[in-house]
């Protein structure tokens, strides 16, 4: 029987993927918002997010939340550690989430709400990544608590891993663009998802070839046999992807880019959970020592199989409510 404390990891790890990959491309959208020059293109791209994006940010709030009530050694831990990339986010998101609403109804000073938009965008998806990037290059503890200071975040690592995230967020926006869009916004999207692509791939190439080397047991879980097979297997799978965005790219149908860009994704998230399992803190705590008493973690799940249920109930029927592509005549508001 598998115990509740590996169930409510793969539970919070299913919901912090679901976060970066649904918000992924509505944050892409206000990444490449300074590229689009044209107002009718900006506004058929924020039409293309407008039913969406805040739905999306519900599984950022799964998935924190149940880290602080399901493994509170591991929250206490990583939050005094990310305390500045963690709060740049949230204010971000929050900035980023009003200037959405005030850019439709405030004609004056439009320009300044879709720079706003752009910049929480862009400092959100820049601060997941530095939080991200944090992270895997490890955290002091000490006494079951955290012991570093209050820059230790920020490192080469940290800010490459940042960038990274920028990059592949506007890969997925500009791929969402392809699959949603027609005509001269699809085809500015075509272009960008070229450019995209390329720099993710390259950024993918780096972290992946930089991580082993920041902890001898990271370059152990990759690097000793039989480990090494998988070292094998996950180049290969990265390189299918890239060509499924290619091909997407050049003959279609619109959607398999953005498929391919996801594909990309969830496979840089296995190979990050290939590294830290069983750690849940990299090296320092593992998912059973740093998880809540047994009783918790079952009355928690109690709850959490009435709720889950209805979250993805209504992110699907959202999704299928609004499919297919924007029509530029229509808007959201």
């Given amino acids: 029987m598998i115990d509740p404390a590996t169930i409510w990891a793969a539970l919070i790890a299913v919901a912090v993927l679901a976060y970066i990959l649904l918000d992924g491309f509505d944050l892409g959208i206000g990444i490449l918002y300074p590229l689009v020059k044209s107002e009718q293109d900006r506004d058929i791209m924020m039409n293309s997010v407008a039913p969406v994006w805040d739905g999306n940010e519900t599984w950022l709030i799964l998935g924190g939340g149940g880290l602080f009530a399901v493994f509170p050694l591991a929250y206490a831990t990583i939050l005094p550690a990310l305390y500045a990339p963690l709060i740049a986010m949230l204010l971000a998101l929050v900035f980023r989430g009003v200037a959405f609403e005030f850019r439709w109804r405030s004609k004056r000073h439009k320009h300044f709400w879709s720079a706003a938009f752009s910049g929480g965008s862009i400092l959100a998806a820049f601060a997941q990544g530095v939080a991200l990037g944090a992270l895997v290059q490890g955290i002091e503890v000490a006494n079951r608590s955290y012991a570093g200071g209050w820059f230790d975040w920020l490192t080469v690592f940290s800010v490459m891993t940042g960038c990274a995230l920028v990059v592949g967020d506007a890969l997925l926006g500009a791929t969402w663009m392809v699959m949603k869009t027609d005509g001269h916004p699809r085809q500015q999207a075509v272009r960008l998802a070229w450019v995209f692509g390329a720099l993710t791939l390259a950024a993918i190439g780096s972290v992946s070839l930089w991580t082993p080397f920041l902890n001898d047991a990271y370059l152990a879980r990759w690097f000793d046999w039989p480990n090494l097979v998988l070292s094998a297997v996950m180049p290969l799978l990265v390189l299918g992807a890239a060509y ?36 849940i803190v990299p090296h320092s705590v593992t998912i059973w020592n740093g998880a809540a008493p047994d009783s918790s973690l079952w009355f928690l799940l109690a709850g959490t199989a009435v709720l889950l249920p209805m979250i993805l109930g209504y992110t699907a029927y959202v999704y299928w409510v609004f499919r297919g592509k924007v029509d530029p005549n229509e808007g959201y508001h």
């Fill in 244 to 279: 499924a965005l290619v091909r997407g790219l050049q003959r279609g149908p619109d959607a398999l880019p953005f498929l391919a860009a996801n594909g990309l994704f969830v496979l840089c998230y296995i190979g990050i959970g290939i590294s830290f399992y069983p750690y």
